[in-house]
């Protein structure tokens, strides 16, 4: 005889278990999965430079499109650079602002700078963005990002839709400020008046967090209970087979979920530090492709939500 407890856990694994295998299968079998993955690089540092070289070829290798939301100011100090590196069909290039000051108040990153400030923070890095590229700036990520978004932040909204940026990713955190940010899917900020702006958030750890990269040391970072306890490792991660550990877990609930993307948050200085030879990315594109996921960038997404 089995304990009723024993019953109801052997349900749950088995039935959770039988699901997943149906559906990361059907996805190998290439039956469709419409789940997009997005890789997306925070490019802000004087040491991203050299670490976006060899992101490039590991996109190039695997013919993997990507979003590079740069710094205007990263971006101004080095603009030769990187326009002879990212100016490629493969890439999008999209804003992080002009120099990473907080565009509403962040309990980790510090308090909202004042009105002209956030002006100059969002015109002047889609500004530079567009004149080294020389094509137009769809989107914006805010530094560090919110757990609310830019919902209720009308003065934000506006200065965005002036400045004529179409899609923010500003959506990086979970509940109460707690990491990872969780699968949260795109939508316009029809409630706040503004339908014409979509939020398409980014999921998952900041990765230099999980390496202790900030030096914050511990903190009370995760949320209690967990929403997703299998995406939250024991201690910082010391491999790219450690790190593309927690990654598959995004992946791989995105595509049982059936959601409609999945891209997790990553900083070139960071993967540099830890990972000189990218092999958390061959890692991460080859089982992104495995399990049929989609690749594409922050604004071919955005150009599907926003036609729908
Ligand atoms: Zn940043």
Not at 172 to 194: C, H, N, Q, R, V
Not at 269 to 287: G, Q, V
Request: net charge negative; glycine share 6%.
């Amino acid at each position: 005889m089995i304990s009723r407890r024993q019953f109801i856990q052997t349900s749950l694994t088995t039935g959770m278990g039988v699901a997943t295998l149906a559906n990361v299968s059907n996805a190998l079998n290439g039956s469709e999965s419409k789940t997009r993955y997005i890789a997306a690089y925070d490019t802000e540092s004087p040491n991203c430079l050299e670490a976006c070289r060899k992101i490039v070829e590991v996109h190039k290798r695997h013919n993997m499109p990507a979003t590079f939301f740069i710094v205007g100011k990263t971006l101004e100090a080095n603009p030769r650079e990187y326009k002879d590196l990212l100016d490629d069909p493969l890439f999008e290039i999209a804003s992080h602002t002009y120099s990473h000051r907080m565009l509403r108040d962040n309990p980790f990153c510090g308090g909202a700078i004042s009105p002209q400030e956030k002006r100059d923070e969002i015109f002047k890095g889609k500004q530079s963005v567009e004149t080294v590229f020389e094509r137009p700036c769809l989107g914006l990520r805010p530094g560090c990002g919110f757990d609310n978004a830019f919902q209720e932040a009308p003065d934000v909204l506006a200065l965005l839709r002036e400045a004529g940026i179409h899609y923010v990713s500003s959506l990086l955190w979970g509940p109460d400020y707690s990491i990872p940010a969780l699968l949260t899917e795109p939508f316009a900020y029809s409630a706040d008046g503004f339908p014409d702006i979509w939020e398409i958030p980014g999921h998952g750890w900041h990765e230099n967090l999980l390496k202790n990269h900030n030096r914050w040391g511990p903190k009370r970072v995760t949320l209690w209970p967990s929403p997703i306890p299998e995406a939250i490792p024991k201690d910082f991660v010391k491999t790219p087979a450690d790190e593309f550990a927690v990654n598959r877990v995004f992946l791989e609930k995105a595509v049982e979920e059936a959601k409609t993307f999945v891209s997790l948050i990553w900083h070139p200085w960071s993967l540099h530090a830890f990972d000189k030879d990218m092999n958390m990315l061959d890692l991460t594109f080859t089982h992104a492709r495995k399990i049929g996921l989609k690749p594409c960038t922050y604004a071919d997404l955005f150009h599907t939500v926003s036609k729908v």
